[in-house]
């Protein structure tokens, strides 16, 4: 029997590169298409590489060749256009069309906890958001229309050892071993979803070629619920730091302090998100999450503190933190 094929869009990404591994870990034959410009994460031994940009229909045509594949999983599809250039391409050489989309796509703020793949999809604040409910819209009416056989899944907040889970990444690790206050949003509170990339990929892969996949939508997330206070010390605990000093700053001050930080909390991070996984489950019996964030966090600070290099402190953030600080501090 032949091994059943996959092509990867993307492929070495933060969450496509766990996906990678695990599709040949699960016997598929792995094809990835990429520019091939991507260092971080080098491509798996057993792994096809395809050169070609997505953006550009005649590179994806030129890179893919005549080849047809059982599954094809887009990691790169931002926009309708996006999705209507690898139809355009690749509908009629692939058994699967797997498109991934956001779990930021869901109402926002959420009316009802936690979240299943009813809930409706609506972001009124994240442009992203909009554009990945287009996307899958699309895709609905192609599956209603002439029965495509594609299958949306929603990674929520989704990492791998390169992706400190808030936003400013090292600047904010660098300030609480300085022992300066960092900036946590809202009250430290609301509860977040953190999932290892590994975690989300065994359940990724065993959607692959499923035929009870077809036509529907699942997120995969981890069970863990942490409270974002615990994040931030549990990065710290990691980096060293028993004692971090959090200041807490509303998110509307946040966006009026910095517009592009603030979108990302007003139309994601500053609302409890916990997340209801029996629809993946019931297809992928064998799913669940094994990494908890206190050994995801140890793993980021390893990657961090290996290489000098990779500690980048944005000038910017910094300052904008200085600022908030000043004015949100308890007295
Ligand atoms: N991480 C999260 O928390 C999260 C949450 C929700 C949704 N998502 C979704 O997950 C997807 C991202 O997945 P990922 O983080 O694993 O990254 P990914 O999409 O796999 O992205 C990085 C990869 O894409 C390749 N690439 C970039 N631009 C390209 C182009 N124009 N043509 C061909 N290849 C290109 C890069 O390689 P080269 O540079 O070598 O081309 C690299 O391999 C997105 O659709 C995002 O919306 C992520």
Redesign the pocket.
């Known amino acids: 029997m032949t091994s059943p094929s996959v092509l990867f869009?993307?492929?070495?990404?933060?969450?496509?590169?766990a996906c990678t591994v695990r599709a040949l870990e699960q016997g598929f034959e792995v094809f990835v298409?990429?520019?091939?410009?991507?260092t971080t994460r080098p491509m798996p031994d057993g792994a096809q590489s395809l050169i070609?940009?997505?953006?550009d229909a005649d590179s994806l045509r030129n890179g893919i060749g005549d080849r047809e594949f059982d599954v094809v999983a887009d990691?790169?599809?931002?926009t309708p256009t996006d999705v209507q250039t690898r139809l355009d391409v690749l509908e009629g050489r692939t058994g699967q069309y797997v498109f991934?989309s956001?779990?930021?796509a869901y109402q926002t703020p959420p009316g009802r906890l936690p979240v299943r793949e009813s809930t409706p999809l609506r972001n009124p604040f994240w442009q992203y958001s909009r554009d990945k409910i287009a996307c899958e819209d699309l895709l609905v009416a192609a599956y209603r229309e002439r029965g495509l056989p594609m299958t949306i899944v929603r990674?929520?907040?989704?990492y791998d050892k390169t992706l400190l889970p808030f936003d400013g990444g090292w600047t904010v690790v660098d300030r609480m071993r300085r022992g300066l206050e960092v900036v946590v949003p809202g009250d430290g509170t609301s509860l977040w979803t953190l999932t290892h990339h590994a975690d989300f990929a065994h359940a990724f892969v065993g959607l692959l070629g499923h035929p009870m996949a077809l036509g529907d939508s699942f997120h995969i997330t981890s069970d863990e619920w942490l409270p974002w206070n615990e994040i931030y010390t549990t990065v710290a605990a990691a980096a060293g730091v028993a004692e971090p000093k959090l200041v807490h700053v509303p998110s509307d001050a946040i966006a009026a302090a910095d517009p592009d930080w603030g979108a990302g909390m007003l139309g994601d991070k500053s609302h409890s998100m916990i997340f209801d996984n029996t629809k993946v489950k019931r297809l992928v019996p064998d799913y669940v999450a094994r990494i908890p964030f206190v050994q995801g966090a140890r793993e980021i600070l390893a990657y961090y503190d290996a290489d000098p290099a990779r500690q980048q402190v944005d000038a910017a953030m910094n300052a904008t933190m200085d600022d908030l600080v000043a004015r949100y501090r308890v007295a």
């Open positions: 869009l993307g492929g070495t990404g933060i969450i496509s590169s298409l990429n520019r091939g410009t991507s070609g940009d997505v953006s990691f790169r599809a931002f991934i956001s779990a930021s990674p929520s907040h989704t």
